[in-house]
C-alpha cells in the first residue's frame, strides 16, 4: 500500500522560504510521477509541481515558476517543494500526490493522482 507523508509546513512571513518533504513507501516509484497540489479555503485543489521518478523531468504551475523548485532523492524515497519568495497567496494545506502512470506523462489535474497525502498547512503572512 503506497503511502505519502507530508513533513515542513508551518507559519511564515512573505517573503520567506519553507522546504516540504513528502516521505514515499509501499512501492519502488520507478514508474511514478510524484507531485503537489495545494487547497486554499473555499477554492479547489490546484496543481503546483510535478516530477517524474525516472528521469526527473519537471512541471510546474504559473503561479509558482522561478520561485518554487521540486527535486526527489531516489535512495530516501521522498520529495521535496523548496518554496522561495513566498506570498500570502502561496497560504493553503499542500498535498502530496503520486500518479502510478507518470512515466508517460506529468498530470497536471487531481483526478489524475491514484495516492495522496494527508496534507499540511502552509501559511504566509503579509
Known amino acids: 500500500q503506497v503511502q505519502l507523508v507530508e513533513s515542513g509546513g508551518g507559519l511564515v512571513q512573505a517573503g520567506a522560504s519553507l522546504r516540504l518533504s513528502c516521505a514515499a513507501s509501499?512501492?519502488?516509484?520507478?514508474?511514478?510521477?510524484l507531485g503537489w497540489f495545494r487547497q486554499a479555503p473555499g477554492m479547489e485543489r490546484e496543481f503546483v509541481a510535478a516530477i517524474r521518478w525516472t528521469g526527473g523531468s519537471t512541471y510546474y504551475a504559473n503561479s509558482v515558476k522561478g520561485r518554487f523548485t521540486i527535486s526527489r532523492d531516489n535512495a530516501k524515497n521522498t520529495v521535496y517543494l523548496q518554496m522561495n519568495s513566498l506570498k500570502p497567496e502561496d497560504t493553503a494545506v499542500y498535498y502530496c500526490a503520486a500518479d502510478a502512470g507518470g512515466i508517460f506523462t506529468i498530470g497536471t489535474q487531481v483526478y489524475e493522482y491514484d495516492y495522496w497525502g494527508q496534507g499540511i498547512q502552509v501559511t504566509v503572512s503579509s
Open positions: 509501499g512501492s519502488s516509484f520507478r514508474n511514478y510521477a
